[in-house]
């Protein structure tokens, strides 16, 4: 069992900083590549039809009975890491603005379906989850990286994409439950 609160940030987090892998990004095409989602059916974010397509990347979502890679403080202690089901829950309970503003959102992260159901499941989240377990989305995008415990995971992130190419990209993402707020704020500029 965990001894934090999952849905909870401690205050003590260490603020990650730009280190430009993201600069790139901007006016890149979305690969043509088909990802499993939780919903049992494989999409290709390059074709997604809404006028907006809104895809969150995170590291790992955790789980209440198992402590994350590496242990609670040291995982707290990577900039960046922490955050992963209060920023998915922050974009569940502001699913219907998004949907409002014609955004289609997915969460995207390199842990397998099976995992990223469980989550769907436990968090109630309106929305897929997209596996990238093979890294094939994130390495034809050169999207940042880490490793911990031996496992790739991809860095806090938020692409946004209209027609299959990337308009904005949020990064790094801090703190992570704020991301959906600040999505909404950029997606309503550009309706006026």
Same mark, same amino acid.
């Given at each position: 069992?965990?001894? @934090?609160? /999952? $849905?909870?940030?401690?205050?003590?987090?260490? #603020?990650?900083?730009?280190?430009?892998?993201?600069? $790139?990004?901007?006016?890149?095409?979305?690969?043509?590549? *088909?990802?499993?989602?939780?919903? !049992?059916?494989? #999409?290709?974010?390059?074709?997604?039809?809404? %006028? +907006?397509?809104?895809? &969150?990347?995170?590291?790992?979502?955790?789980?209440?009975?198992?402590?994350?890679?590496?242990?609670?403080?040291? +995982?707290?202690?990577? %900039?960046?890491?922490?955050?992963?089901?209060?920023?998915?829950? *922050? &974009?569940?309970?502001?699913?219907?603005?998004?949907?409002? =503003?014609?955004?289609?959102?997915?969460?995207?992260?390199?842990?397998?379906?099976?995992?990223?159901?469980?989550? #769907?499941?436990? /968090?109630?989240?309106?929305?897929?989850? =997209?596996?990238?377990?093979? =890294?094939?989305?994130?390495?034809?995008?050169?999207? %940042?990286?880490?490793?911990?415990?031996?496992? #790739?995971?991809?860095?806090? =992130?938020?692409?946004?994409?209209? *027609? !299959?190419?990337?308009?904005?990209?949020? &990064?790094?993402?801090? %703190?992570?439950?704020? @991301?959906?707020?600040?999505?909404? *704020? +950029?997606?309503?500029?550009?309706?006026?």
């Amino acid at each position: 069992m965990r001894s @934090d609160n /999952l $849905h909870a940030l401690p205050d003590d987090l260490p #603020v990650p900083r730009d280190d430009g892998a993201c600069d $790139h990004l901007p006016g890149t095409r979305l690969p043509t590549i *088909a990802l499993p989602a939780t919903s !049992g059916e494989s #999409v290709d974010l390059s074709g997604a039809g809404t %006028p +907006w397509v809104v895809v &969150y990347c995170y590291p790992r979502t955790g789980k209440p009975d198992q402590e994350p890679l590496g242990g609670t403080p040291a +995982w707290n202690a990577l %900039p960046g890491a922490r955050g992963c089901t209060p920023q998915s829950c *922050a &974009y569940r309970d502001h699913h219907a603005q998004l949907h409002a =503003l014609g955004a289609s959102v997915y969460g995207l992260s390199a842990q397998d379906t099976e995992y990223q159901r469980e989550a #769907v499941e436990r /968090l109630h989240l309106p929305f897929r989850l =997209l596996s990238d377990a093979r =890294l094939a989305f994130a390495g034809a995008l050169r999207l %940042p990286t880490f490793t911990v415990a031996g496992q #790739v995971l991809i860095r806090r =992130l938020t692409l946004i994409a209209r *027609a !299959g190419r990337i308009e904005k990209v949020f &990064y790094p993402v801090y %703190p992570a439950d704020s @991301d959906a707020e600040r999505v909404i *704020a +950029w997606l309503a500029a550009r309706k006026r």
